[in-house]
């Protein structure tokens, strides 16, 4: 009882400190910061539009306006609001709440969903807030002002309230100046924040690659000595974060970065080790450049086929473990799958739906190695062709397997019937040879 009082003490007390050190706003113009409202997505200006109309404050905010800022189209665009998420959901029809650790609100305009959020207040303020023993927070869902929720902000470039109908950027704590600087400073001590959310280290590291952006001195120093905490971090999150790193259109530069902070062993558990390998290194990165050039020029990249490339290299490698222990070819790729994907799942959940995909682009990789009989027919038909044979190529291009493989496979899919026939290899190893059927017995008993 008497340690619950102390800490209700010692949260009014941080409280109140954090309230008289408060940032005033810079209100920056229109014929400052030059936002280009026509790259402004139709859903958030509604969605300011309706909060504002019904009586609320509402600004686009953080890293749409910082991409806004820099000239970079904005992938995301979320709104910050001091209407509760139950009042954001009762004016908007089609709106849920989700959350726990934060609650939100995903306001739904045809296929785009604006993310709402409720102003913050500091977390050791009284309310529904909770920390663990390492500081990190897992339940923050304390309310307060918009200087408030610009302290709780995790970069200064990330600081930023754009509001549409002022059309003005409200800068708290420099955050234009750093972006113009081509700096990423973190707000607050950057040993503190990292505790509170260590995730703040692979944001840095992304956000640092993608846009340019140095490092402060301040905000860097702290990353290696705090590398372990990522490990508190739950599988489901540090999933969802290195999805975006490896899909940021700067996934070389990411993982460079990774590894000069030494965040990226046990991120994938066994990359670290991939990258290692001379290899397994080649392999790693020419799938990281195909997938930055494939979203540099506007197209999709599957997240099922770039994990597949990841942890390629180590389902190899217990595969040839589990043949030489006696185990038939397939039977010993299926188990060896299973293997990485269960041994990865320690530390980072990959979603079922990805890991499914991923199996199969596995699976088929033994099957493009048979050239003779029905079989190429039998997987050009397959529902992942296309993937199965692209990872195919990469094989192919680190040295992993003959080029001439991947070449074949190139004509065959493209070729006519007659062209696909002549370029069957012939059967190798002894024919199978075919059971005669079994013949019927009559009534009596005799064969007929």
Not at 241 to 262: N, P, V
Not at 381 to 391: E, I, K, N, S, V
Request: glycine residues 6%; hydrophobic residues 40%.
């Amino acid at each position: 009882m008497i340690k619950q009082l102390l800490q209700k003490v010692f949260r009014r007390r941080a409280s109140a400190n954090t309230h008289t050190q408060l940032p005033a706003a810079q209100i920056i113009p229109a014929a400052k910061h030059k936002i280009n409202q026509k790259h402004i997505s139709q859903a958030a200006l509604k969605t300011c539009d309706q909060l504002q109309k019904a009586g609320f404050q509402a600004y686009i905010v953080g890293g749409a306006v910082r991409d806004l800022l820099l000239n970079h189209p904005p992938k995301d665009f979320d709104v910050a609001t001091n209407a509760t998420p139950e009042q954001v959901h009762k004016i908007f029809r089609r709106s849920r709440i989700i959350g726990r650790r934060f609650r939100l609100v995903h306001v739904l305009w045809g296929h785009e969903t604006i993310e709402v959020s409720t102003f913050r207040g500091h977390h050791q303020s009284e309310g529904d807030a909770e920390t663990n023993d390492s500081g990190r927070i897992i339940r923050d869902n304390v309310f307060g002002s918009i200087e408030e929720d610009s302290v709780r902000r995790d970069f200064t470039a990330n600081a930023l309230y754009y509001d549409p109908k002022r059309q003005e950027v409200l800068d708290f704590h420099h955050g234009v100046a750093d972006i113009r600087a081509k700096t990423l400073r973190m707000i607050g001590d950057p040993t503190t924040r990292y505790q509170e959310d260590p995730v703040r280290m692979l944001r840095a590291v992304r956000l640092s690659a993608k846009l340019g952006l140095k490092l402060e001195r301040d905000t860097e120093m702290p990353i290696r000595k705090l590398a372990d905490l990522l490990e508190d971090v739950p599988p489901s999150r540090l999933f969802d974060e290195m999805l975006k790193l490896f899909l940021s259109g700067h996934a070389i530069e990411s993982i460079g970065a990774l590894r000069t902070q030494q965040l990226h062993h046990g991120l994938l558990p066994l990359l670290d080790v991939v990258l290692e390998q001379p290899l397994g290194e080649k392999f790693v990165m020419l799938a990281l450049k195909n997938t930055d050039e494939r979203i540099s020029s506007g197209k999709s990249s599957n997240p099922s086929f770039l994990f597949a490339t990841l942890l390629w290299h180590e389902v190899l490698l217990a595969w040839q473990q589990n043949q030489k222990r006696g185990e038939h070819m397939i039977p010993a790729l299926h188990e060896a799958m299973n293997e990485v994907i269960d041994k990865q799942a320690e530390k980072m959940a990959i979603h079922n739906r990805y890991t499914a995909t991923m199996k199969e682009i596995w699976a088929m990789q033994p099957r493009f190695e048979q050239r003779s009989g029905k079989r190429p027919y039998a997987l050009l038909t397959h529902p992942r062709y296309r993937a199965g044979y692209d990872f195919l190529l990469l094989r192919c291009a680190s040295g992993e397997l003959p080029q001439e493989i991947g070449d074949w496979w190139t004509r065959f899919s493209d070729a006519g019937t007659e062209e696909r026939t002549a370029m069957l290899l012939p059967e190798s190893g002894p024919k199978k040879r075919r059971r005669k059927p079994r013949k019927k017995k009559s009534a009596g008993g005799e064969a007929v």
